[in-house]
């Protein structure tokens, strides 16, 4: 089948979080899988566009409400990643160095969104599949169907994939113009409480949905920013499949960005040997048992509660473990995590920011990795802890309760919790601090996690079924 995903995101081209690992490894293994799977994102001023060579392979123009622009489609020259990826360059609003975060991102999305099916319109054939990843892309199956200049396609198959219904991109109805002109009688189906939702529409107007994992499939109809009667509505079409990991970018036994690689065989050297790089680093004891969270400072990571839980930490387990966080996002929670650094030397620290290689090196240093989400679609930093022999401390939501087991079941081994709160994670890092004195059962959980076996090609099948359904 020939797939085309659109995203906003796609790793190693711009990443901002796990949509960027799913959309940036689930074509190459729908490709090793025999389909003609390719990528269209926005181009962003990022360092693999200018590490990279690339070939014209589009140059059209179109409207968004009555500003006219002209847009270059251009495509990775040498198939490096496994699949053909294509940016869509408009100057002035896509060419930018972050993904989110400006005043004009509606007008930026929805002109993307035009300028791709501005595109595939142009094509001699039609793919068999259009794969729209979140919001960003929502509004692509209402204007396959409905909008004059897209007609031609409107009987292509169009999935959605919501790895986080949280965000919705609601966009006013003064800004409707900003939309392709289509058939007014179908206003109805962007509209969700008196607003322009692309999420919603794309629920309404898509042939299939899927989620990131079947347990936040059942939650969305119960909690999902809004829509939970919409998802009530269109279970029928709605399917969980848990994500995959790249277990090519995320293999303890080859991973550039580690001090020392290691496998099932050396995992407790392996992992000693990066820890103490990590504590020289950051000034912390490596033979303390070393907690670690890496994240998006968010309220559905639950970022919130992360520095009171580490102090009461800090202060209830004194001198009895080490805690390291890797994050940006609200700025309070920053601001208070950079704070405890000061007080607690030599047991804590924090890097405010974004940094790929350092997430890589903590994930292998780590003996915990924290995960409170209050809402948590899958999760992929549970699963990359497994691989790189991390014990996974979570609370039970979402894809977080499909892939931990906690330790005190047959064969578990992580640790789960049922609260986002300061007094559920103390209990938890309690019985962390104790398992870490039993080297033996730390010893068999870690070899364990690291035979689990979380990838992709465990999953394209269920996609595939998704797209021969649709
Ligand atoms: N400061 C930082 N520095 C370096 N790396 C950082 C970082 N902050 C985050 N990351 C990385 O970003 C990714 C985060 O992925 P998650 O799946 O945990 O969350 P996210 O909420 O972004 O994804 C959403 O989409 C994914 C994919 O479907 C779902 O798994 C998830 O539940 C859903 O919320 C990981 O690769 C992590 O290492």
Known sequence: MEIIHVSAECYPMAKAGGLGDVVGALPKYQCKAGHYAKVVMPMYRTKFLYSNQWVVDYKGSAYIGNR?????????????????????????????????????????FIAFQIAVLTWLNNWQHQPDIIHVHDYHAGLIPFMLKNCFAFKRMAYIKTVLTIHNAQYQGWIGWDKANLIPAYDGYKW???????????????????????????????????????????????????????????????????DPYLTSNFSVKTVDAGKKKNKKQICETYGLDEKLPLFVFIGRLVGEKAADILPGAFLNALYHQQGKACYMVLGSGDKHVEWELNNITHQYRGYYNAVIGYDEALSHQLYAAADFLLMPSRVEPCGLNQMYALRYGTVPMVRSTGGLQDTVKDMGEWEGFGIRFNHASVGDMAHAIYRAIEVYKDKTHLGWMRKYMMEIDHSWEA????YTDVYRNA
Do not use: H, Q
Not at 76 to 82: I, S
Not at 459 to 462: F, N, R, Y
């Open 68 to 108: 006219y622009f002209d847009f270059t489609i251009i495509k990775e020259a040498t198939n490096k990643l496994g699949y053909d990826l294509y940016l869509v360059d408009i100057n002035g609003l896509l060419d930018r160095e972050k993904i989110y975060g400006y005043n004009d991102d509606t007008e930026r």
């Open 188 to 254: 109805g189906d962007l509209d969700w409480n008196n607003t322009i939702n692309p999420l919603a529409s794309a629920v309404k107007c898509a042939w299939k949905i899927t989620t990131v994992s079947p347990s936040y499939m059942s939650e969305l109809r119960y909690n999902s920013n809004g829509l939970e009667d919409l998802f009530e509505y269109e279970k029928g079409k709605c399917v969980g499949i848990l994500n995959g990991i790249d277990n090519e970018v995320w293999d303890p036994a080859t």
């Open 459 to 462: 999953v394209v099948e269920a």
